[in-house]
């Protein structure tokens, strides 16, 4: 070494020994460095051969590089494995992978395998290879995507999932590049193209039951809404058909089946889909907990987490960091569920019970989004089941928003009830009957107790509709209520100034005739007021019809109180029914004999138009 210095120089020996020593350091390098070996091709497991730990990877901060700039020797410096495979932030970004793979067995070779990366979210990605050992490519490059419609895809599968074959046993390598707005790195697998369709049955099917129950819940809340008209169920049935949007968008099964010819339109869809489910959701849950009355301020702040929603949702479809929008929606769904628990709590104070529910339902959300969040922010390993999770969750919270609806119904109806029952007990206490206006019972012993302490002579009529139960099983109760109000106003209409007709209950009535009136005038009122019952009743275009059966009792001659003289009428009408083709009406006393001289001939009543 001396001898050398002594013959180059002390600067050319000196330069010689770090140049040596580089030398020395960069070989000591490369030893350490991780070299990359082919990953044996074999009959894959039940989940597939995992393919993670082997890749190597680079970022392509350019965007524009090619396949050639990848095979190059600079780039292929940058590529390296990660230290765990599954964890990273979600970014936008476009990065490249690189695989090398061999068979183990020489009667694999030409057999065909699937190469599943598992996202539907990715907006291209390009297969390359393989590659045999003289770097010769063996088959055509494969691109396809979200932003490619989706007869480009391989196996026909929502996943990007490309098929390949080896030529030879020697080592083979595969490049991919992604871009994507969440590219990360992926949970890569290699199966056999059967194993791996009958692996997706399960997923198929959990996805089928999940649209079926949210189509099922659409139709809960279409029916809410249009019997009720509230915009409650406005935003529950909104929120379920952006929640099935979005899952199917997740799923890819929007770009597969409605635009499958049209990827901008399912890129639109799954970029707006998510948001719109959040503000509908929170729309929900402020008029289900009624924010505006028990708790204004936190209304204010959900109205302004639906602000930010909205302009993010704007600058995603026309502005350059769509992933904004989708970090939003993350930070919303977190937040929002915190205020409107708290919102919940307030609500529970006043004894609302159906915030029991609620606060049931977004605590299920939160539980199960929150590990594809935290993954998404590269906190937590990424695996496939996160997203079914995740749906499950969501459907779930839906039903149980759908239970609490009820159970909000149910309150609303139970004090409806109340009020109508409170209703009925202050008419009843002014003597009215609240649907057709006649005196209710009250009012008609009011009335007979005033006429019977002036000792005024009265005849009692009791009557009671013949066909009516028919009415109101073929035509519902709105058609009964119908005849029941047009047959009070034809017997007001027959009755003189202090006459009065009273419903006793369902449809018996009660008719107080003033004065004392021979039997022949009575009898002709019967008649009257019979032949007035019969006539046609126009409901909704149909013609109802009923009859009338009569009992007629006297003061003071059938009785000295009202108890006794509706008996005694009540005795008589009865008597009529039982009669088969007689007078449709009966004097209490038998032994009258104006009751056949002006009597209609009972007839069966029917209901055209049925």
């Known amino acids: 070494m001396k001898r050398l210095a002594r013959q180059l120089g002390p600067q050319r020996a000196l330069r010689w020994l770090l140049a040596f020593v580089l030398a020395l350091l960069g070989q000591a390098a490369l030893s350490q460095a991780p070299q990359a070996r082919p990953v044996l091709l074999q009959q894959a497991a039940a989940e597939g051969l995992r393919l993670a730990p082997s890749m190597q990877y680079l970022e392509d901060d350019s965007r524009s590089l090619s396949l050639a700039d990848i095979l190059g020797p600079e780039q292929q410096s940058r590529l390296r494995f990660v230290d765990a495979s599954l964890v990273g932030q979600e970014a936008d970004r476009v990065l490249w992978f690189k695989l090398t793979l061999q068979l183990s067995r020489p009667e694999d070779v030409g057999r065909e395998w699937v190469l599943v990366v ?151 869809a799954y970029t707006i889909a998510p948001a719109l489910w959040v503000i509908c959701k929170l729309q929900f849950g402020r008029h289900l907990l009624q924010l505006r009355h028990y708790s204004p301020w936190l209304d204010l702040v959900v109205r302004g987490i639906l602000v930010a929603l909205a302009l993010a949702t704007l600058y995603a479809l026309w502005g350059r960091h769509p992933l904004l929008m989708f970090r939003l929606v993350q930070l919303s769904v977190v937040a929002s569920t915190l205020v409107l628990l708290v919102g919940a709590l307030f609500a529970l104070r006043r004894r609302y019970w159906p915030a029991v529910l609620y606060c049931v339902g977004v605590a299920l959300l939160l539980a199960g989004i929150s590990a594809i969040i935290v993954a998404s922010w590269g906190w937590l390993a990424w695996t496939p089941s996160q997203m079914n999770v995740t749906q499950a969750a969501l459907v779930g919270e839906l039903v149980v928003f759908a239970v609490a609806m009820a159970s909000r119904l149910k309150l609303v109806l139970r004090s409806e009830q109340a009020l109508i029952q409170r209703t009925q007990q202050l008419v009843e206490a002014l003597g009215t009957d609240a649907l057709t206006g006649a005196a209710s019972r009250s009012g008609l012993q009011s009335t007979a107790q005033r006429w019977l302490e002036q000792q005024r002579p009265f005849a009692l009529l009791a009557l009671d509709l013949d066909g009516f139960k028919a009415v109101n099983d073929r035509h519902g109760h709105a058609a009964g209520d119908a005849v029941l109000m047009t047959l009070v106003s034809r017997v007001k209409a027959q009755l003189g100034p202090e006459d009065l007709v009273a419903r006793l209950g369902g449809d018996e009535f009660a008719v107080m005739i003033s004065g004392e009136r021979p039997d022949h005038a009575l009898a002709s009122l019967a008649t009257q007021l019979i032949n007035a019952a019969r006539e046609p009743i126009d409901y909704e275009g149909r013609a109802l019809k009923v009859g009338l059966s009569m009992g007629i009792a006297r003061y003071p001659m059938d009785g000295a109180d009202l108890g006794t003289l509706l008996r005694t009428a009540d005795a008589a009408m009865y008597r009529s029914k039982q009669q088969d083709g007689g007078p449709a009406y009966r004097f209490a006393n038998p032994g009258m004999g104006g009751e056949t001289a002006y009597a209609p001939l009972r007839s069966s009543p029917q209901t055209p138009g049925a």
């Not at 494969?142 to 480009?152: N, S």
């Not at 059967?194 to 649209?211: A, E, I, N, P, W």
């Not at 379920?240 to 010819?261: K, M, Q, S, T």
Request: charged letters at 15%; a neutral charge; one cysteine or more.
């Open 118 to 268: 598992p996202t539907v979210s990715t907006h291209d990605l390009q297969f390359y290879g393989p590659f045999d050992s003289q770097q010769r490519a063996t088959a055509e490059p494969v691109t396809t995507g979200m932003r490619h419609a989706w007869r480009t895809r391989p196996l026909s599968s929502e996943q990007m999932a490309w098929r390949f074959r080896l030529t030879d046993m020697q080592p083979h390598t595969v490049y991919f590049r992604v871009e994507s707005t969440f590219a990360r790195i992926y949970d890569v697998r290699l199966w056999d193209p059967v194993d791996y369709l009958q692996h997706t049955q399960d997923k198929r099917m959990f996805d089928g039951v999940s649209y079926g129950l949210l189509m099922g819940l659409m139709v809960f809340g279409l029916i809410l809404l249009l019997v009720f008209g509230e915009r409650l169920y406005l935003y529950y049935l909104l929120s379920c058909v952006w929640a099935l949007v979005a899952i199917a968008g997740f799923n890819g099964h929007v770009l597969r089946y409605p635009f499958a010819d049209l990827p901008a339109a399912a890129g639109v």
